[in-house]
């Protein structure tokens, strides 16, 4: 397994598309970090965008598709079975090697942010804090990476994989964002109108409405699995805990959330916007459970694949 897996490796890890993506990583994560150095405020620094990671998990779809279907197309894996490894192990050393490559591409990222602000992120945030950001992302990317193995494993054809992937990247994001914008709606809202009184003088007045987009029960349980799922909600989640503040954000700051919207429970539902701050253990805990699924359905798919 050890020699299959430096065999994987080697073809991932040299291909010119995954150094040109590394280079494109770095850059992107400097760039936008001068961007926003630029617009700073001199007491609560600048905001952090998640930006040049969206971008990353794009990129990381081309030499993903590069580096597993290069292999399939030159007829790799076939000499593979030949030398007596199962379609099980190399499918498990093709996604270490893609978590692998997706490890490496976010630490690029993350070089070039730190490199340009990292006097920011250390005056203004506490080890606790940026351990938990940056550990979020970064599980993000390993089931990302999850998901393009099993894709690649499924289609061997590389600009098809290269594209299937990016489309589901894009189609993750969507579901993070929208997703995330039902569940945040409140139960009942408070309704401002005015009536006319016998003088003919106006009074204002408000009362409470439910609230006809907000999802409740079975809706709700499965818009919140499909928020928790998605790969970019962790990148969201992370620039919100990214947001500067005066003074340092330490993690016993995770609770002044609760504080913060405990009066605007009509604009926002409150058990969701403190939960999907405070409560981070949920974003691991279901992503680990989607990285399973991915790597059983992934080790089914090549079992059944007849491999030329």
Known sequence: MSRLLKNCLRLHLGSLIFLLVCGAAFLMGSVYEIGL???????TGAP???????????????????????????????????M???KRQIFLAELISTIIEAVIVFGFVTAGVFIMGYKNYLE????GILLRSFGLMLGAFIVTA??????????????????????????????????RQSLTQPEYRIVAYGESSDEGDR?????????????????????????YLAPPSSLYISEKLLDRFEGKFTVDDLEQYREDFKDSKETWDYDFMCGSRIDLWKYPLWGLGEFAFLTVLGMLIIKKRNIQ
């Open 124 to 127: 203004l945030f506490s080890g």
């Open 48 to 82: 952090f965008d998640n930006t040049p990671y969206l971008l990353a998990m794009y990129l990381l779809a081309a030499s993903a598709a590069f580096g597993i279907g290069t292999e399939f197309a030159e007829g790799t894996v076939r000499s593979k079975l030949v």
């Open 203 to 227: 009074i204002a007045d408000e009362r409470k409405e439910e609230n006809v987009h907000y999802a409740s029960g079975a809706a709700r349980r499965l818009l919140t699995a499909g928020y």
């Open 37 to 43: 150095s630029a617009v700073a405020d001199e007491n």
């Open 146 to 179: 999850a998901v393009y193995t099993t894709v690649c494993c499924l289609i061997h054809n590389r600009a098809a994989a290269m594209l299937l992937c990016a489309l589901i990247c894009f189609g993750m994001f969507m579901l993070s964002d929208e997703t």
């Open 84 to 86: 007596g490894f199962t």
